[in-house]
């Protein structure tokens, strides 16, 4: 056989061909109608994120939210186009939890930092979050309620949207709103960020294996027989979701990333992890502290009392057990006990 025609069956076999990743992003709409641009979202982004911050400790050390930046950087360059410009706060809260803000502003707890296992896992709910943002979700439900309660159908620079923002905090405050459409909405989210991670080269695994523990799900999907008579959990439908979109990606768009991220990334969750009340307390007041212990106690103190005498006391977190000196205060040992009950002297 000559030689070019060999090269030529070669090349037009399929199993010869070099596989090539032609999928496309689905669209996002939202769900309603906004009177918000993008910018007034940002406004809006500002000012509820300025009351977050009163409300919850932020972590402020330069430097400490640089691989959330990083991975969203990375999650932007595969979302579709937009304009919101999304910052990452790492902050305290008793939860294992994420919330983004209209406009694009993104909390983020140190326990949920603690308790994803790897970066995939992180992206996945970055990216949901995210996914939240660029759906318009808060926009869309902040239309309404402006609509409803303030009467309004526009708003103007950015003196405008405050002065409207701040009627609508105060009428609000009167008048509660009930949420609506959060599982719907957590479902949309979910499938921009499935969408969105495998693109960046993350492991589309991340997001499932995640919800799964956190809502101790247990790999349950429920069925035609439970959906049918109400008794799937939503957690249970979320994971089911999220696994048929797994089995929908093309073999050709999956990516691998360097074993040296994932270093990188357990080290910075190491810091997380180990970071405290000091750490927070210093840089909201740019002074150091007057006494630091070692071990640093973690932020939730959940228990705390004193020995018949008044020279000891339990210091109690939410990770273990620490017996302190009271005068000078100071750490004598710990014990590290995850989850146990109050402690007490006998």
Same mark, same amino acid.
């Given at each position: 056989m000559p030689r070019?025609?060999?090269?030529?069956?070669?090349?037009?076999?399929?199993?010869?061909?070099?596989?090539r990743c032609e999928a496309t992003f689905p669209d996002l709409k939202p769900r309603g109608a906004t009177m918000f641009s993008p910018t007034q979202e940002g406004y809006l982004g500002d000012l509820l994120t300025e009351q977050t911050s009163r409300r919850y400790p932020v972590y402020r050390q330069p430097g400490l939210t640089d691989p959330l930046d990083q991975i969203a950087a990375r999650l932007l360059q595969h979302l579709p186009r937009n304009e919101y410009k999304f910052?990452? &706060?790492?902050?305290?809260?008793?939860?294992?939890?994420?919330?983004?803000?209209?406009?694009?502003?993104?909390?983020v707890s140190r326990r949920l930092i603690?308790?994803? #296992?790897?970066? +995939?896992?992180?992206?996945?709910?970055?990216?949901?979050?995210?996914?939240?943002? $660029?759906a318009r979700q808060s926009s869309v439900d902040?239309?309404?309620?402006?609509?409803?309660?303030?009467?309004?159908?526009?708003?103007?620079?950015?003196?405008?949207?405050?002065?409207k923002f701040h009627q609508w905090m105060d009428i609000r405050a009167r008048k509660p709103a009930s949420a609506a459409h959060v599982d719907?909405?957590?479902?949309?989210? +979910?499938?921009?960020?499935?969408?969105?991670?495998?693109?960046?080269?993350?492991?589309? &695994?991340? $997001?499932? &294996?995640?919800? +799964?523990?956190?809502?101790?799900?247990?790999?349950?999907?429920?069925?035609?027989?439970?959906? $049918?008579f109400g008794a799937t959990r939503p957690?249970?439908?979320?994971? #089911?979701?999220?696994l048929k979109s797994v089995e929908a990606i093309p073999a050709s768009c999956r990516e691998k990333r360097a074993e040296s991220e994932q270093e990188a990334f357990r080290a910075w969750k190491k810091k997380v992890t180990e970071l405290s009340a000091e750490d927070w307390i210093t840089t909201s007041t740019n002074r150091a502290p007057t006494l630091r212990l070692a071990p640093k106690l973690r932020p939730d103190i959940n228990n705390i009392k004193f020995s018949p005498d008044g020279r000891l006391l339990i210091a109690q977190d939410e990770s273990g057990i620490n017996i302190l000196?009271?005068?000078?205060?100071?750490?004598?040992?710990?014990?590290?006990?995850l989850g146990a009950?109050?402690?007490d002297f006998r």
């Open positions: 070019k025609l060999v090269l030529l069956l070669l090349a037009a076999c399929p199993a010869f061909a070099q596989a910052k990452f &706060q790492l902050i305290e809260l008793s939860q294992t939890n994420a919330f983004a803000m209209i406009g694009g502003k993104v909390f603690a308790f994803v #296992r790897n970066e +995939d896992e992180l992206a996945g709910v970055l990216a949901h979050e995210m996914g939240h943002v $660029l902040l239309t309404k309620s402006f609509n409803d309660l303030l009467k309004v159908s526009s708003a103007g620079d950015q003196a405008d949207v405050a002065q719907d909405d957590q479902l949309v989210a +979910d499938q921009v960020s499935m969408e969105a991670v495998w693109r960046a080269g993350y492991d589309p &695994q991340g $997001l499932p &294996q995640f919800l +799964d523990r956190l809502t101790d799900n247990k790999g349950a999907t429920g069925n035609f027989i439970t959906d $049918l957690e249970s439908k979320r994971f #089911r979701e999220m000196r009271h005068e000078p205060l100071s750490v004598v040992f710990r014990i590290p006990a009950k109050c402690g």
